[in-house]
């Protein structure tokens, strides 16, 4: 199975900071990744596949890259309704693989 | 409106069975591969299984392989999830996912976009 590892694992920022979320998969996995945001109590909601390509709807603020092992999440300057959990996702071979998530509190 | 509403979830004891639905709804649903996704109470996520737009490919996690068993009703529009031989570390909210794009696409099959509300499980004596 592929491992998804995900860093750092909570990170405490202040509204407006640039925060950014690094996932490193096990191997190769192309641009096969996605990266979800999961609020307490809620469903989780995809905001980034293919790697870089932002869903639909989702801020301009959120933005992915990388290919390969190595990857990242950038929120530009974060927003009060950011605070949440957020995970990637591998789906380049099964079974499909999450990373153990990042926790963004406030500061 | 796209919408997917989860039921089934219950309290059941080690080593019994449960099947989990997912009713769809504002989506031609043999369309479109299904995915369901646990996450144990303040866990992470766990992909476990998938089927195909028309139920004849299944994919499983190792860890229910053997256990579980997905399937669809497309007349229904609804997914299913066949719980048996149920563990302690079987206990979860199971979340029903579909897949971002549909089968006429050659990616996109993988993601899970929308999600439904999610179901309980929690295996117990």
């Known amino acids: 199975d592929i491992q998804m590892t995900q860093s750092p694992s909570s990170v405490s920022a202040s509204v407006g900071d640039r925060v950014t979320i690094t996932c490193r998969a096990s191997?190769?996995?192309?641009?096969?990744l996605a990266w979800y945001q999961q609020k307490p109590g809620k469903a989780p909601k995809i905001l980034i596949y293919d790697a870089s390509r932002l869903q639909s709807g989702v801020p301009s603020r959120f933005s992915g890259s990388g290919s390969g092992t190595d990857f990242t999440l950038t929120i530009s300057s974060l927003q009060p309704e950011d605070f949440a959990t957020y995970y990637c996702q591998q789906a380049n071979t099964f079974p499909l693989t999450f990373g153990g998530g990042t926790k963004v509190e406030i500061k | 409106e796209v919408q997917l509403v989860e039921s089934g979830g219950a309290l059941v004891q080690p080593g019994g069975s449960l099947r989990l639905s997912c009713a769809a709804s504002g989506f031609t649903f043999s369309n479109y591969w299904m995915h369901w996704v646990r996450q144990a109470p303040g866990k992470g996520l766990v992909w476990v299984s998938r089927?195909?737009?028309?139920?004849?490919?299944?994919n499983y996690a190792d860890s229910v392989k053997g256990r579980f068993t997905i399937s669809r009703d497309n007349a229904k529009n609804t997914l299913y999830l066949q719980l048996n031989s149920l563990r302690a570390e079987d206990t979860a909210v199971y979340y029903c996912?579909?897949?971002?794009?549909?089968?006429?696409?050659?990616?996109?099959?993988?993601?899970?976009?929308?999600w439904g509300q999610g179901t309980l499980v929690t295996v117990s004596s």
């Open positions: 996912a579909r897949a971002l794009q549909p089968v006429t696409s050659s990616s996109g099959k993988n993601w899970f976009d929308p």
């Open positions: 089927v195909d737009g028309d139920g004849t490919n299944t």
């Open positions: 191997q190769g996995i192309s641009s096969w």
